[in-house]
């Protein structure tokens, strides 16, 4: 992070004075990890908990970013993709349940602990048969 920091800090300094505020904006994230990118390692890491409430990782992370972004940027662009009605309110319990998998985990509950305390809570056994077909 020391270098990181240093390195930005020599580009910016030498950078013209046109795109010296553009540089700070952009570097000022950069080196944090994508919120596609912590989703997809927690789906990894908790593959066997997470699995059965949501089955479809990459659709689950799409309509989560698209959401955030609409919600942050509001662009017309993104409204279209943005979670809306019981899809939203399906998305938020769904990332509930990942923020609970997450805090079980920290606990020490391994994957199949965490998946028998999941199944037997009303709320996210709904979301198994919100997926399931007919």
């Given at each position: 992070m020391e270098?990181?920091?240093?390195?930005?800090?020599?580009?910016?300094?030498?950078?013209?004075?046109?795109?010296?505020?553009?540089l700070?904006?952009?570097?000022?994230y950069?080196?944090?990890?994508?919120?596609?990118?912590?989703?997809?390692?927690?789906?990894?890491?908790?593959?066997?908990?997470v699995?059965?409430f949501?089955p479809?990782?990459?659709?689950?992370?799409?309509?989560?970013l698209?959401?955030?972004n609409?919600?942050?940027h509001?662009?017309k662009?993104?409204e279209?993709?943005?979670?809306?009605?019981a899809?939203l309110?399906?998305?938020?319990?769904r990332?509930?349940?990942?923020?609970?998998?997450?805090?079980?985990s920290?606990?020490?509950?391994?994957d199949?602990d965490?998946?028998?305390?999941l199944d037997?809570?009303?709320?996210?056994?709904?979301?198994?048969?919100?997926?399931?077909?007919?």
């Amino acid at each position: 992070m020391e270098e990181y920091n240093k390195l930005t800090t020599m580009l910016i300094a030498v950078a013209p004075g046109e795109y010296k505020e553009f540089l700070k904006d952009f570097f000022k994230y950069e080196n944090e990890v994508s919120l596609r990118k912590r989703l997809k390692e927690i789906y990894k890491m908790h593959k066997s908990a997470v699995e059965p409430f949501i089955p479809d990782r990459d659709e689950f992370i799409g309509l989560t970013l698209d959401t955030r972004n609409y919600l942050t940027h509001y662009g017309k662009d993104l409204e279209e993709k943005a979670a809306k009605g019981a899809e939203l309110f399906f998305l938020t319990t769904r990332l509930e349940l990942v923020i609970e998998i997450i805090f079980l985990s920290e606990i020490g509950f391994v994957d199949e602990d965490i998946k028998n305390v999941l199944d037997r809570h009303w709320l996210y056994l709904r979301l198994k048969k919100a997926d399931a077909p007919g």
